[in-house]
């Protein structure tokens, strides 16, 4: 029979609804109606909350020694028949021989580990997000300028000091984007790239098959790096990073905790959560609900802006102008993370197909076996599985946290919007007052908006496409003085501020501003003025309660609320401010 995960009871009937009519409702929700009864039956009568509930099961139920980093290694070896140097039984007889580092980075790839020595993944063309490319470039974390990157770790596994060597010095500078054949990047970095990319997408690649490369020089400094290190360095240096990519998920302490397992749950099959999240908590009419509302309160927010576009403060040529309106009309939001336009039973269903998970309690074998298929659904993208067509999709690598934020997908030119906001305190379709509505989540969505106006995406087009009308937009004198008058007082990072700034104007004017269809009303719970109310309520988000912010690398809290503040034109009179106060600026910066 079928098991139900924590929330997904059969609800009681309503006065004028049968038990029986609610088990039908719940039975055929569950169904995949597009199976063949007769060919594949549970395919028709159960649906992936078996597999969910399963997968929870396992991390709730499993033993400690399912969750050990050497149960994890015992499961994933550095190649085919090679085992890690630590597990062989006599180590001196370790088949060093045998052991191509490149060759285990694509096994360890496989399981989603995807950022350290080359960072390789499956990502939409810049100047044709209608198709996706293979990007090879320099992880983040991983740059191995200098010796003392990997001998603090090695030190750690009791590898002895003095077999490391120096390293070779990468020069960053040159730093491009090029397309090469595989044939032409293998000639010039002697990196076996064809044999790398067969083992991780399990399919051939001829030679002539372009990759994206980020910094040539590094990939062309790799293979004489490495070879300086002895191959037990190299592969035990693998193995802790995959053991530290592993142990960093949720579900895999040492433990079966129950919101951890929850966690891996939703994260780790984030999409199937989508689902049940839609199906057992929101349901169709609080979510057509939800979402008309978020859509409303969107558009306003693109509306304010847009007014700002046409009066051009900064003097823009009616080129740029056209090129700026364009761009944000096009701009679309998406609420979930399912695509808006397919049948999501069906796409979720189909996702998880081939998804296989024992009924032995054995964490670490479930685990792979979700990061191996979720890794192989983002690969498959580059043979375009996902159409547009199906509304916005687009499947990322990194695994999200507990921190569910917006965010701004430039290839899309939207701003995706996850299930769990929709709900108190960010919206409350019944009760909740517009004030609240605007200052919370209004001001947040319009921050990720002007994102997509920030120098970096400004020659994204409406499409998402890199163009070149607005490519040199940071060059304009009026843009550049706008930057200057805001960091008149000298900043960690200009570019959050000008979010800031700019972001608490404009949601500012998209409430209270001429048009404004929101409810203005001086509401009867407070008599906090309602423009104090709004900035109050806006200001909980620099305060570091708020788990919705993603500051980022920025300045104080303090700082960054209060030359928000000060630089909106209306805080003066907003709160009777003497003309001596600090926060009564007569000279506010307006970059747009």
Not at 172 to 184: I, Q, R, V
């Amino acid at each position: 029979m079928l098991s139900f995960v924590e929330g997904s009871k059969i609800p009681r009937a309503s006065n004028d609804t049968t038990i029986n009519d609610w088990i039908l409702d719940f039975v055929e929700r569950h169904m995949d109606k597009d199976a063949n009864p007769c060919e594949e039956f549970y395919r028709y009568a159960t649906a992936m909350e078996e597999k969910v509930w399963r997968y929870y099961e396992t991390c709730l139920m499993a033993s400690e020694a399912t969750r050990s980093p050497k149960h994890y290694l015992e499961l994933v070896s550095p190649d085919v028949n090679l085992t890690w140097p630590q597990f062989a039984h006599e180590k001196d007889k370790w088949l060093q021989v045998d052991f191509n580092w490149l060759r285990t980075l694509a096994h360890l790839r496989r399981y989603g580990m995807e950022n350290f020595i080359i960072r390789m993944n499956v990502q939409p063309d810049a100047k044709d997000t209608n198709k996706f490319v293979v990007n090879l470039y320099m992880p983040d974390a991983e740059k191995f300028q200098e010796a003392d990157n990997i001998s603090d770790l090695l030190i750690n596994i009791g590898v002895d000091s003095s077999q490391n060597k120096e390293s070779v010095s990468l020069d960053e500078d040159g730093f491009t984007n090029e397309f090469y054949t595989l044939a032409e990047l293998q000639n010039r970095t002697e990196l076996q790239l064809q044999k790398y990319l067969k083992i991780v997408f399990g399919r051939s690649f001829n030679g002539s098959f372009k990759v994206e490369v980020q910094n040539i020089k590094y990939l062309e400094g790799l293979e004489e790096i490495l070879h300086s290190y002895d191959k037990d360095v190299v592969v035990s240096y693998l193995m802790v990073k995959f053991v530290n990519f592993i142990m960093a998920l949720d579900g895999s302490g040492p433990d079966g905790d129950s919101e951890k397992c929850l966690d891996a749950v939703r994260f780790q099959m984030e999409h199937a959560s989508d689902l049940l999240y839609e199906d057992h908590y929101l349901g169709t009419k609080k979510l057509e609900e939800y979402t008309a509302e978020v859509q409303r309160i969107f558009e306003a927010i693109k509306q304010s802006f847009k007014n700002r576009i046409e009066k051009n403060h900064l003097n823009l040529s009616s080129v740029d102008v056209s090129a700026l309106k364009e761009k944000l009309l096009a701009m679309t939001l998406t609420v979930g993370i399912l695509p808006s336009k397919a049948n999501h039973r069906r796409f979720v269903t189909d996702f998880y197909q081939g998804l296989e998970l024992d009924s032995e309690p054995d964490f670490a074998k479930a685990q792979l076996e979700v990061l191996k298929l979720r890794t192989l659904r983002v690969l498959e993208q580059l043979d375009g599985a996902f159409s547009k067509n199906e509304g916005f999709f687009l499947l990322y690598d990194e695994i999200s946290n507990n921190n569910p934020v917006p965010w701004f997908e430039v290839s899309g030119n939207t701003i995706v919007l996850v299930y769990e906001m929709l709900r108190e305190p960010v919206l409350a379709t019944e009760g909740q007052h517009d004030v609240f509505k605007m200052s919370l989540l209004g001001y947040l969505l319009t921050r990720k908006l002007m994102e997509n106006f920030t120098p970096y995406f400004l020659p994204y087009d409406g499409n998402g496409n890199y163009g070149e009308v607005l490519r040199s937009f940071e060059d304009y004198p009026s843009y550049k003085e706008a930057l200057a008058c805001l960091n008149s007082t000298q900043t960690n990072n200009l570019a959050k501020r000008v979010i800031d700034v700019v972001s608490l104007g404009i949601a500012y004017d998209a409430y209270f501003g001429e048009g404004s269809q929101f409810d203005q009303k001086q509401p009867d719970f407070t008599e906090v003025p309602l423009k104090q109310l709004f900035l109050l309520s806006i200001a909980q988000w620099f305060l570091g309660d708020a788990k919705y912010l993603d500051y980022g690398a920025a300045d104080t809290d303090e700082v960054r609320l209060g030359q928000a503040m000060r630089n909106l034109p209306n805080f003066g009179e907003i709160f009777n401010c003497p003309t001596s106060a600090v926060l009564n600026s007569t000279d506010n910066c307006q970059v747009w």
